[in-house]
């Protein structure tokens, strides 16, 4: 594909991202979005709603009820828009009959130049190790599916695990290995493999900061950054670059304990996931213990960092992983980090 540059484009182009349809926007991850790009004050943001639901949009978006039955429903509601955020949960099948699909498919022949499909979370273009947590097969077929169409471009957020809700959200050692409700911490090996992982503001700072970009380069001589550079990519952020011994120090300086008030245990990564992968049927507490375990193994496959980062050219502030884990038990105290 030729380079696309600003020059280059019609009279009257705008080269920006003016218009942004955002499906889930009163979810936990696209509700973090919608409070971004509304602060940011840059976009006009239209919020995808599925008819008769009762989820509620912040003010200052407007809502465009849709029929997912009905492609041109979709299609008239992503008219004019220039780029599609969907948040959908993670069982969102890649059959061609789940809503992803249909709002790709809509997206396509509405003609928006960029999509961002569901795939918050770990490396995105890793297909081995997404297949073994069990989480490939939703983004790997939203790819193809924009890339066959051939009128969108992708763009993924890879943000690893969100912070606040894997550190948190059951209470038990499940996750990040460390169980809050009754102080009981599982280390994998050491506990000292290094992982990237995003809280949700910072996930919302990142796509509202990649928003706010010009759309193209100016020209060929043009290296500041610009949304087309992610075109077809992913773009990696981060809040931490942290081990689970790290995030326990935060956890004990919060709650004002120390090592002598958890029952702490160390298990080999595999032998760990091996476990949660022979659990028959759909468990939960399986599933979870699958993919945290995995991300963790000793290969360096779960630190973002070696991509390189987006964060400064997105303009995303250094976080304090106290006021983070500090906020994640606050938000597990009033009761948000629930499925």
């Given at each position: ?18 218009k942004v349809a955002l499906v889930g926007?009163?979810?936990?991850i696209g509700g973090y979005f919608a ?197 077809n990519k992913a773009v990696y952020v ?102």
């Open positions: 594909m030729s380079p696309k540059f600003a020059k280059d484009q019609p009279a009257g182009f705008v080269n920006r991202i003016q926007a009163g979810g936990n409070k971004h790009l509304l602060a940011a004050g840059k976009h006009q943001i239209t919020a995808i709603s599925r008819a008769g639901s009762k989820s509620t949009i912040p003010e200052g978006i407007h809502r465009v009820s849709v029929d997912y039955n009905d492609e041109s429903s979709l299609v008239e509601a992503l008219r004019g828009q220039d780029f599609l955020i969907i948040t959908l949960g993670v069982s969102s099948r890649g059959d061609g009959s789940n809503a992803s699909d249909k709002l790709i498919n809509a997206a396509a022949a509405a003609g928006v130049p960029y999509v961002m499909p569901n795939a918050y979370g770990p490396d995105p273009r890793n297909d081995k190790m997404t297949m073994e947590m069990g989480l490939r097969e939703g983004f790997r077929s939203a790819r193809a599916l924009v890339e066959k169409r051939g009128v969108s471009s992708w763009i993924a957020l890879a943000c690893g695990f969100w912070y606040e809700w894997s550190l948190v959200s059951d209470g038990q050692p499940n996750r990040f290995g460390i169980g809050f409700e009754d102080r009981a911490v599982t280390f994998f090996d050491r506990g000292e493999e290094k992982i990237t992982t995003t809280t949700w503001d910072q996930c919302g700072r990142a796509v509202a900061g990649l928003l706010a970009l010009k759309r193209f380069p100016e020209d060929e001589h043009d290296t500041s950054p610009a949304v087309d550079n992610w075109a981060a809040s931490f670059r942290v081990s689970q011994k790290d995030m326990f120090e935060s956890a004990k300086r919060v709650t004002g304990t120390t090592d002598a008030d958890w029952k702490i245990e160390y298990v080999g990564s595999e032998e760990r996931y091996k476990a949660a992968a022979a659990v028959p049927g759909f468990d939960m507490v399986a599933f979870s213990r699958k993919m945290y375990t995995r991300v963790f193994f000793q290969t360096g496959e779960g630190d973002h960092s070696r991509y390189g980062l987006a964060n400064a050219a997105l303009g995303l502030p250094e976080e304090d992983i106290d006021e983070s884990t500090k906020e994640g038990l606050r938000l597990a105290k009033a009761g948000i980090l629930k499925y």
